[in-house]
């Protein structure tokens, strides 16, 4: 499977951007996929997951309400529709998959999933 993250760019703080993450290759509905994000100098952090089947999705708390994550699997395609966005959301965002429902105590794990994609940078900025 093969990850392709795009829609990243610079925004004003309290705009809004919405990223896309496409599926290529050997790809199936019994996925979970994600979106993480790493900001310069730090760790790789959970941002959001969802279940391919079903759409049971988890958010990172201190995101939740200002961030939404969909999927199109007809387009094997994943979205984060990201608003009010502040300059701590300035990151590299990376779309993450593996096949098979993850529970939702672990979704938010990075070793959860096996294919990455090479990410997207957000830059919130006036």
């Known amino acids: 499977v093969q990850l392709q993250a795009s829609g990243g760019g610079l925004v004003r703080p309290g705009g809004s951007l919405r990223l896309s993450c496409t599926a290529s290759g050997r790809t199936s509905s019994t996925y979970t996929s994600g979106w993480f994000r790493q900001a310069p100098g730090k760790e790789r952090e959970f941002v959001a997951a969802?279940?391919?089947?079903?759409?049971?999705?988890s958010y990172a708390t201190s995101l939740k309400g200002r961030f939404t994550i969909s999927k199109d699997n007809a387009k094997n395609m994943m979205y984060l529709q990201m608003n009010s966005l502040k300059p701590e959301d300035t990151a590299v965002y990376y779309c993450a998959a593996v096949r098979g429902h993850l529970i939702t105590s672990t979704m938010s794990r990075l070793l959860s999933y096996d294919y990455w994609g090479q990410g997207t940078q957000v830059t919130v900025s006036s």
């Open positions: 969802i279940r391919w089947s079903g759409g049971a999705t």
